[in-house]
């Protein structure tokens, strides 16, 4: 007998570790991690407050610190850091840091390395500017560039072995209006893609600016400006040498995207949906297993096919804290992954707290949700998120009051959540079930290696709704034609009363 089912699944705290938090009269900066990183069950971070930058080393088991290591504390300057990143090669972190020396008014690019005990290998400092700098930010391409926006032009640095200075570039800014943060892009040509937003004559709609440049060289290959992209709130996810450009168009505010190939950077597609955002976009994501691409703005969450269809669209607490929402989507074979700040009206006193969701990314079903305050009912600011096989990791920044010095304290902190499933039907395995091709037109093949033989199968509309059912061999093609554009489950039954469930898309 073929039933009807849902599937639920819960988050369940394990551990909260929280450091970086300092006593001090003089004023902070906000503190953000510049990257993370996980062997086995050990996770090491990069990070900064104020003149200090650090590493830690946490046992991912029991959230217990390991090592932490002081990489730079230069009091007499008072510097602040404002944008940095860091990354890893052949067990060595790298970082690149603008730092700012608040008595001599001096900016300069702080570059080091670590190696994998956190002992420091080299450190380099190149002077940036003698002024002002607008926008900082730092966004390495694997090792050795690093781009920001100084004064009025976008810069692009590369350094060589042990952080040497190579080449600079700068391109003149084309709008006065434009104080976006740089990133930087890599394509299978080490050449370096620069994106950024061009304001127009009215400074109220924006274009995709692209610098492609030589990694080699730092020779401008070429600057281009695209008109499809005009429009506002855009957002970049590159997939290979194709770079995916969400925005908000300029007329309808319809949201649209723009695939530009890196390599020639042509446009290869442009599509604007019929649905019209009115908030900020803040993330984009293409899920490399099914080419289904995902928008999160500041209250809405979207799906839509490869074949730019829309799967679904499902109403979200309100972002609180976008500005600190570092981090991209995160998938697993059935879910999409989504934690950000949201506005708590139901503390004492309202403030922000941690949102986490899990998301079918098929049809926008939440199937999981938790959220996360503090002890002291302070500001969380939600700042990146991972997932791994086991466990789901959230990273925060915690403002609070210190009214003893009158002193704001800057704290950041780590969350790892264990998902756990409520139906039997959330944990079985389709790892002995191959299903292709999926998405599909009107036929699928389908084989398994399980030892039970199969029965029958059943397939369901988002509704659940019983479509179609029918008894199989141990591998066929099955007819999926009769079936309407849209998202299904399929059920496999086998002879040993087990089965398994997938999803599948009809394009």
């Known amino acids: 007998m073929f039933t009807c089912f849902t599937v639920k699944a819960q988050f369940t705290q394990q551990w909260v570790n929280s450091f970086c938090c300092f006593d001090t009269l003089g004023p902070h900066t906000f503190s953000y991690p510049l990257g993370r990183y996980i062997q086995q069950d050990t996770l090491t971070l990069s990070y900064f407050e104020d003149n200090i930058q650090l590493f830690k080393k946490l046992d991912l088991d029991t959230g217990n610190d390991i090592q932490t290591s002081v990489l730079s504390n230069d009091t007499v300057q008072s510097p602040f850091y404002y944008g940095g990143g860091t990354t890893r090669i052949a067990n060595h972190y790298i970082t690149s840091l603008i730092k700012y020396d608040t008595n001599s008014g001096i900016i300069k690019l702080y570059h080091n390395s670590v190696d994998e005990n956190l002992s420091t290998d080299w450190t380099n400092e190149i002077t940036v500017s003698n002024g002002s700098i607008s926008a900082p930010q730092s966004n390495l391409a694997e090792t050795d560039f690093f781009t920001s926006v100084v004064s009025d032009s976008v810069r692009v640095y590369k350094f060589g072995l042990n952080g040497m200075f190579q080449w600079m570039i700068a391109k003149p800014l084309l709008s006065t209006n434009s104080n976006d943060k740089p990133s930087i892009y890599r394509n299978s040509l080490d050449e370096i893609v ?17 610098i492609k440049i030589s990694g080699s060289s730092g020779a401008v290959l070429k600057d281009t400006i695209y008109s499809h992209t005009t429009g506002t709130s855009h957002i970049a996810f590159q997939q290979g040498d194709t770079l995916n450009i969400a925005f908000i168009s300029s007329a309808g505010h319809f949201i649209s995207s723009v695939n530009i190939d890196m390599i020639t950077m042509n446009e290869i597609k442009n599509f604007t949906s019929n649905i019209a955002c009115f908030d ?13 691409y995902y928008i999160k703005s500041n209250s809405s969450f979207y799906g839509f096919s490869s074949q730019d269809s829309t ?4 109403s979200l607490v309100p972002e609180a804290q976008g500005q600190y929402d570092f981090s991209d989507i995160a998938f697993n074979q059935q879910r999409v992954f989504l934690a ?30 938790a959220s996360y305050n503090d002890s002291r009912n302070t500001d969380e600011n939600y700042l990146q998120h991972y997932l791994d096989t086991n466990a789901y990791y959230v990273m925060y920044a915690n403002n ?6 009158l002193q704001e304290e800057t704290q950041l902190g780590i969350i ?11 944990i079985q395995s389709n790892e002995h079930v191959f299903f292709f091709p999926n998405p599909f037109q009107n036929k699928v093949s389908v084989h398994f290696t399980i030892a039970s033989n199969p029965l029958s199968y059943a397939v369901y509309n988002i509704l659940g709704e019983l479509i179609k059912q029918d008894y199989i061999t141990h591998s066929k093609m099955l007819d999926f034609e009769t079936l309407k554009h849209g998202v299904y489950s399929i059920i496999f039954r086998f002879q040993n009363s087990k089965t398994t469930v997938m999803r599948m898309v009809k394009i």
Do not use: C, H, M, W
């Not at 708590?344 to 309202?350: A, F, Y």
């Not at 790892?416 to 959330?426: E, G, R, V």
């Open 194 to 210: 620069v994106y950024i937003r061009n304001a127009n004559a009215t400074l109220t709609d924006f274009s995709t600016r692209l």
């Open 280 to 292: 900020e976009l803040e993330k984009f994501a293409v899920d490399s297993i099914t080419d289904q």
């Open 311 to 314: 799967l679904f669209k499902i």
């Open 340 to 369: 950000y700040s949201y506005f708590n009206t139901t503390n004492t006193p309202v403030n922000n707290d941690i949102l986490v969701l899990a998301i079918d990314k098929f049809n926008g079903t939440i199937i999981g949700s």
């Open 400 to 405: 609070f009051d210190n009214a003893s010095i």
């Open 416 to 426: 790892k959540y264990n998902f756990q499933p409520q139906s039997i039907l959330d």
